[in-house]
């Protein structure tokens, strides 16, 4: 969703902040902007559509900002009012003389409006003008650019990480923020802010979030940070730990292709490290065995893939530590009245750390009594802060919009938790714990055997390509795989798709079953074979195309199998049969020429509820 860039230093401005707003393309936009200070005046420039549109747009007016050295730039990704040149920021006010980008929704922008009076002032349909309105008149009480600001966030109402420049108060950016996130870094080239650390770690390798309700005073040389009760606030200063190459294709035609090939070394990394003598080991995430000692249940909250990835945790806590595990959709775990307590660990998973869902939901459960666990992506993201303790997957910048390797390291900790709260509750003693160690540490190289045959299911992606429908049958463990298999499909081929337990698709959806309706049969777990093998014969009955994923050891003359995955203990075939169903929908979406990486209708990170 939106994204927000901005450069103070020594160098041409403009560049810089088109090389941020490209690095945050993933998150999702319709329109971009940037604002430049300039000999005379700050510069506005706006367009719909892609970011070209707005290279195209700065093509011919470099004289206007060659000599620039500070601005302000932002992708929108419309809420409030259409993709339009009037609602893309940023917003002006003053006659252009103070300038806003925002992050986030501003809940009570119609009663801002109202009480200032000015409906017929305001040029577009955003949440966001007011707040450059309010700036501006605060501006015009206190002729103070830190007092306006403080003074105005406090009268706002809703999410938002807010950059701001004054024409007149020399070259400094003012930053606030609240919920929404704001990194900043400084370097010789001269200070930056940014929404994700993505689009300015190629500057400095330490960074900092800047923390909820403070300013943010942003100079060449220097960021100032204070309350808004006038203190200094020392942040924490957080190291960029992956390759800053890491966000580039490499070679690939798409981030998604080159995510879904990092899986073997970013599985090897996230759990590499956290095993010591063959035990599982997560005392560098700072999580005693306290945390799982004193636990009776647990909660996973999360949203699309990454509740995918709580539901094969729920399989395996469940299974393994016989403890009772229930996944919500975030969306709606407020809204369900949850049963939760001060001894129920609530497990929140999300790539980015920022959907704003799972960490309303997050609080809610904390005002609870829970104790609270993160399962993250983003250093310092707003659910990792948030949260009681957190454990970080080392996937590395996840681009595209389709989540990949963020969800198998996500599956790689839940095992890593259920080896580790087995061994804590003496559900697996010394030998049973290594054992599935042992197992665990097989996956990266099950995943590199899928990787090395990604032709084969390239092949088989060609039959999905005309279709319009699919349906996904698996039992047991297989059923939460494809339902994120499904999710894949869907959200990058546009290709209708369902999952389903094999076992339910008799109560009704076998209707729809007829000849030629493609559905893709996932077997891996043996004690389910012969069941599964007779829900695949009753779709084959009615002539439905099946494309059948099974396990080496399953395999058998009863079926056709279209696609072997490799042979693994049947409680750990979760991560290579969804790669497999990852890289299927991946051909299936490049073969239809489709733009893999920015789905239409899609944002990478969801910042609105
Ligand atoms: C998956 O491919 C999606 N893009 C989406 O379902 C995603 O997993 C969801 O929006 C949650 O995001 P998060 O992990 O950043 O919280």
Redesign the pocket.
């Known amino acids: 969703m939106c994204g927000i860039v901005g450069y103070v230093g020594n160098k041409p401005v403009v560049d810089i902040l088109m090389d941020g707003l490209e690095q945050l393309e993933y998150r999702g936009y319709d329109s971009s902007g940037i604002a430049v200070m300039c000999p005379e005046d700050i510069k506005v420039y706006k367009a719909i559509g892609k970011l070209q549109n707005l290279r195209d747009k700065l093509r011919g007016h470099e004289k206007e900002f060659n000599t620039s050295t500070m601005g302000i730039g932002h992708i929108r990704w419309a809420t409030h009012g259409a993709p339009t040149l009037l609602n893309a920021h940023p917003h002006t006010c003053n006659c252009g003389r103070l300038v806003v980008v925002h992050n986030g929704i501003i809940e009570n922008y119609e009663a801002l409006r109202d009480s200032l009076g000015v409906e017929n002032e305001l040029k577009s349909e955003t949440d966001s003008e007011i707040i450059a309105v309010l700036i501006d008149r605060q501006y015009k009480k206190y002729k103070n650019c830190e007092k306006a600001i403080i003074e105005s966030v406090k009268m706002l109402q809703g999410t938002f990480a807010l950059a701001i420049i004054f024409d007149g108060e020399g070259d400094k950016i003012y930053a606030t923020r609240n919920v929404s996130p704001i990194v900043c870094c400084k370097s010789e080239k001269g200070s930056l802010i940014a929404s994700d650390i993505i689009a300015i770690g190629q500057y400095s390798e330490n960074y900092f979030v800047l923390p909820e309700m403070t300013i943010a005073k942003i100079t060449r040389d220097d960021i100032e940070i204070k309350d808004f009760a006038g203190n200094s606030v020392c942040p924490e200063i957080l190291k960029l730990d992956w390759d800053i190459n890491a966000g580039t294709k490499g070679g690939f035609p798409f981030y998604m292709e080159k995510e879904i090939c990092e899986q073997p070394d970013v599985l090897r990394k996230t759990i590499n490290s956290r095993i010591k003598n063959s035990l599982p080991d997560l005392s560098e995430d700072k999580i005693s065995d306290e945390l799982f000692e004193n636990c009776t249940d647990i909660t996973v909250i999360?949203?699309?893939?990454?509740?995918?990835a709580g539901l094969i945790g729920k399989h395996l806590i469940e299974n393994i530590c016989e403890i009772p595990v229930n996944v919500y959709m975030?969306s709606e775990f407020i809204y369900s009245n949850p049963i939760i307590n001060k001894s129920t660990l609530v497990i929140c998973?999300?790539?980015?750390?920022?959907?704003i869902d799972?960490l309303e939901a997050l609080k809610y459960a904390q005002k609870k009594g829970a104790k609270s666990l993160a399962i993250v992506?983003?250093k310092g993201s707003s659910?990792a802060m948030q949260s009681d303790y957190v454990i970080y997957t080392q996937a590395g910048p996840e681009i595209a919009?389709?989540?990949?390797k963020?969800?198998t390291t996500?599956v790689a900790i839940f095992y890593l938790l259920t080896a580790r709260m087995a061994y804590t509750k003496k559900k697996l003693n010394y030998e049973g714990v290594t054992k599935f160690i042992d197992e665990l540490a097989k996956l990266p190289d099950a995943v590199e055997n899928i990787i090395a045959r990604k032709e084969e299911i390239h092949l088989l992606a060609k039959k999905l390509l005309a279709s319009e429908h699919t349906f996904m049958i698996g039992r047991g463990f297989d059923y939460p795989s494809l339902l994120e298999a499904s999710?894949?499909l869907k959200?990058i081929s546009y290709i209708h798709s369902e999952a389903f337990a094999s076992g339910e698709l008799k109560h009704g959806t076998i209707a729809l079953i007829s000849k030629g309706t493609p559905v893709i049969a996932l077997m891996t777990q043996r004690y389910l074979a012969a069941k599964q093998i007779s829900n695949i014969k009753e779709v084959m009955s009615r002539k439905a195309e099946v494309i059948t994923f099974a396990k080496k050891s399953l395999v058998t003359k009863d079926i056709n199998c279209d696609f072997v995955l490799p042979e693994i203990d049947d409680d750990f075939t979760a991560v290579p049969s969804v790669v497999a169903l990852q890289l299927l929908a991946y051909y299936v979406s490049s073969d239809k020429g489709l733009d893999v990486d920015k789905p239409r209708n899609?944002?990478?990170?969801?910042t609105v509820e």
């Open positions: 999360a949203c699309g893939t990454a509740m995918h975030a998973v999300s790539q980015s750390g920022e959907t799972t992506n983003v659910i919009v389709a989540s990949t963020a969800y996500q999710l894949k959200e899609l944002a990478k990170v969801v």
